[in-house]
């Protein structure tokens, strides 16, 4: 198991619905949801395509805004920011993973963890300091001035794991994970989040799979845009 579940809410989805117009007719991607997110919760978000999974996890990255309904993340209200303000809120609150890893080729493994660092105006020094750290922490500690196209699948997300916790965020959301990886890269980069979740940090994952939703302590199933489920073991 994972760490004890903290009574406190770091994230709040309160009577969300989220509404594209398509064609001239409106879509409903998610129709009331309300979730609550505790500090060191471990969570996977399921369901089939279409369900919403994307547009919640959007809306969790403040990437895009509720139609109607509120978004609060470590007590403030996302949900009428502006782009500039949910960019700050991005950048010292969250810490995202990509199934394709989305790191920069011309950068090596350091420089890629420390981008994160410098939209937050770290000194060079320090965010030097911190990149290093972490990619020891991730076994990359051999690899530091490597770039992508020298590191295996495994590595690579490694590296994405490294540069989501820079910031020391609030919240790690992670897209498909393991997606692009075999069983036992996907084996290892789930220990890790494992880990993670045992020092107290809170993880928010998208899954197809689940046999990798398992891994979870909750999982959250959603369908035609509104919660089916939510299990906690």
Known sequence: MGTALSTEVIARVEDVTKTYIMGGDALNALQNVNIDFHAGDFVSIMGPSGCGKSTLMNLLGCLDR?????????????????????????????????????????????????????????????????????????????????????????????????????????????DEPTGNLDSKSGDEILKFFHELNEQGKTLIMVTHSDEIAAQSFRVIRLRDGRIESDVRR
């Open 66 to 174: 509720p139609t109607s309904g509120r978004y609060l993340l470590g007590g403030h209200d996302i949900s009428k920011m502006d782009d500039d303000s949910l960019s700050a809120i991005r950048g010292a609150q969250l810490g995202f993973i990509f199934q394709s890893y989305n790191l920069i080729q011309q950068l090596s493994v350091v420089e890629n963890i420390e981008v994160p660092l410098y939209y937050q105006g770290r000194a060079e020094d320090e965010s030097r300091a911190i990149a290093i750290d972490l990619a020891t922490r991730v076994g990359l500690g051999s690899r530091l001035y490597h770039k992508p196209f020298e590191l295996s699948g495994g590595q690579q997300q490694r590296v994405g794991i490294a540069r989501a916790l820079a910031n020391d965020p609030l919240v790690i959301l992670a």
